[in-house]
């Protein structure tokens, strides 16, 4: 393993500059993790609300608030459009620096395209959604979906736990945790 300081390539874009660790092969460079803070995207629906009744998962809150005071950086997204209004209404508007529309498909090549368009400002380092597709695509967390007043959730705080191994460690051996698909990395 080795450690650079440099310019970071995923699907043909330059995404960032910063310290990563990577493994040098036949086949190029592979990032193994990102290291410092990471821009976190939340899905809306079944993943941090109900969708029948609007109701806020458990923990959500208190877990975006000591992510954003470890210095990630969290926004959300959802599928159903930008829903600035409802994040306000859930009283999470303090929490998160933004909030997009989500894709719904080829996901790796519309958010390199949503980023071109300055339609969010950052790729994701991780997701954290109900939809494993989207999650197997970019890297991040499987969240089972949030029902009708399921009592005894604790996903949150499995999200919470993945997320800090991940950002420590460089991976997580959580059957719910995704790594980001492999990219390459040039020293800068």
Not at 1 to 30: D, H, L, P
Not at 97 to 107: D, L
Not at 137 to 154: E, F
Request: a negative charge.
């Amino acid at each position: 393993m080795n450690e650079s300081r440099g310019t970071c390539v995923w699907a043909n874009q330059v995404v960032v500059n910063r310290t990563v660790e990577y493994y040098s092969g036949r086949r190029g460079s592979i990032i193994i993790a990102p290291r410092g803070k990471m821009n976190i995207f939340f899905d809306m629906d079944y993943t941090i609300i109900e969708i029948d009744f609007g109701g806020l998962r458990p923990g959500v809150k208190e877990v975006f608030e000591r992510l954003r005071a470890e210095g990630h950086t969290l926004y959300i997204w959802s599928g159903a459009g930008i829903r600035t209004e409802e994040v306000e209404l859930l009283g999470l508007q303090d929490t998160v620096s933004g909030v997009f529309q989500k894709p719904w498909e080829r996901y790796e090549k519309a958010v390199n395209d949503m980023l071109t368009r300055n339609e969010i400002p950052v790729l994701p380092d991780l997701v954290v959604d109900d939809t494993s597709a989207i999650v197997t695509a970019l890297g991040g967390v499987v969240v089972q979906p949030y029902g009708v007043r399921i009592h005894n959730d604790h996903d949150m705080e499995q999200v919470y736990r993945i997320i800090s191994e991940y950002a420590s460690d460089g991976h997580s051996i959580d059957s719910a945790f995704r790594p980001k698909p492999p990219y390459a990395a040039h020293g800068g």
